[in-house]
């Protein structure tokens, strides 16, 4: 593996930890290694076995191409072509899990207050079916979204 590769495993794995919300001792625990050692991993000091990567993997059920996204699985890129969508999915998504550069706007979500998350559902919802020509654009904004821009 070139360091790149190690790198963006590295990356997946850590992200995909902390989406599970498991903790480090827990999965170290699980694949047989030290916390210390799991952390090597996750920053890409330390190359992981691909039989580490195959109990990690399964521990945090994912498939283990999920640590490949460029080995994305044939059955699931056949899939997405057949229902006319995009062979690599969604925006990098693999396994129907986000990827690691959204992991961060996730967790920064998640952290809302419950008003304020329902609103962004509803802005992304209008803008979805715009981009689907389901409605026409807005020509000003939305009462929503001023009253939204105070908390900038």
């Given at each position: 593996?070139?360091?790149?590769?190690?790198?963006?495993?590295?990356?997946?794995?850590?992200?995909?930890?902390?989406?599970?919300?498991?903790t480090?001792?827990?999965?170290?625990?699980?694949?047989?290694?030290?916390?210390?050692?799991?952390?090597k991993?996750?920053?890409?000091?330390?190359?992981?076995?691909?039989?580490?990567?195959?109990?990690?993997?399964?521990?945090?059920?994912?498939?283990?191409?999920?640590?490949?996204?460029?080995?994305?699985?044939?059955?699931?890129?056949?899939?997405?072509?057949?229902?006319?969508?995009?062979?690599?999915?969604?925006?990098?998504?693999?396994?129907?899990?986000?990827?690691?550069s959204?992991?961060?706007?996730?967790?920064?979500?998640?952290?809302?207050?419950?008003?304020?998350?329902?609103?962004?559902?509803?802005?992304?919802?209008?803008?979805?079916?715009?981009?689907?020509?389901?409605?026409?654009?807005?020509?000003?904004?939305?009462?929503?979204?001023?009253?939204?821009?105070?908390?900038?």
């Open positions: 593996m070139h360091h790149t590769e190690t790198a963006a495993i590295a990356a997946r794995l850590l992200g995909l930890r902390q989406l599970r919300n498991v480090q001792m827990e999965l170290a625990s699980h694949i047989g290694v030290s916390y210390q050692q799991l952390q991993y996750e920053r890409g000091r330390n190359r992981i076995s691909p039989a580490m990567l195959q109990r990690c993997a399964a521990y945090l059920s994912v498939s283990i191409d999920y640590f490949f996204p460029e080995h994305a699985p044939i059955s699931a890129v056949a899939t997405r072509v057949r229902k006319g969508g995009n062979p690599a999915g969604h925006d990098g998504e693999v396994g129907g899990l986000p990827d690691p959204d992991w961060k706007m996730w967790k920064e979500f998640l952290a809302l207050p419950s008003n304020m998350k329902d609103s962004i559902r509803s802005l992304v919802a209008d803008i979805h079916d715009v981009h689907l020509g389901r409605k026409v654009a807005p020509a000003r904004p939305s009462s929503r979204i001023r009253s939204n821009s105070a908390v900038q």
